[in-house]
């Protein structure tokens, strides 16, 4: 059963080392995730869940003990998922799924977890498909949730990156619409809501965090849990939202 879950946003910039100089325009952004993560301690689960989205060939399961790496943004830092006390997991492969880097969303995540500190529970990574059905979604959260007595997740994801004529996917009208409505159904724990998002507007607006989303509203389904957006801001022309759900 869910018994909490944090959403927080994946850009790397959330991560100081990436962003140099401009890393003070989100100390309140990782201030605001680090309240959350706080919250998930809290309700001591027996199981975390990192969720994020993640590109074909970069899905699945990724146990404690996977690594990943910031290099790609011109940074040498790497990340780890917490320890290695996770289930193992094969990848389409064969290969251990802790032979995989860890996708940037799950990387973020892993930082994230290990600037709090985290040592409250057993950790276990889910990258899933970003053009998932919110079906497919609610799914997934469906069987998280039924997998351990009291289980939370840490949902990675941005909503648009359309807000303003310098974002990544330019100026797109309907952006401010649909974040709004995300940012009203994460802060109010409003699953029916989240798994409302249309995927292919979700898709033309670049919004990543859709899938994971709707993973988490899947999960939450009966749980009766309460919502509280502790951020919410478009520094970059990309919508960044952190919730707490309890």
Known sequence: MLVAAAVCP??????????TGAAPELDAARAACTDALGLLAAARPDRLYVVGPAGEGAQGVFPAGSTGTFTGFGVDLSVRLGDDRGRPADD??????ADRPLPVSLAVGAWLLGRAGWADAPIEGLAVDGTATPDVCAGIGRGLADSAERIALLVMGDGSACRTVKAPGYLDERAAGFDAEAARALGTADAAALLALEPELAYELKAAGRAPWQVLAGAAQGA????RLLFEDAPYGVGYFVAAWS
């Open 10 to 19: 994946c850009p790397p910039l959330l991560v100081p080392e990436v962003a």
């Open 92 to 97: 389409d492969g064969g290969r251990p799924a």
């Open 224 to 227: 009766d849990l309460d919502g």
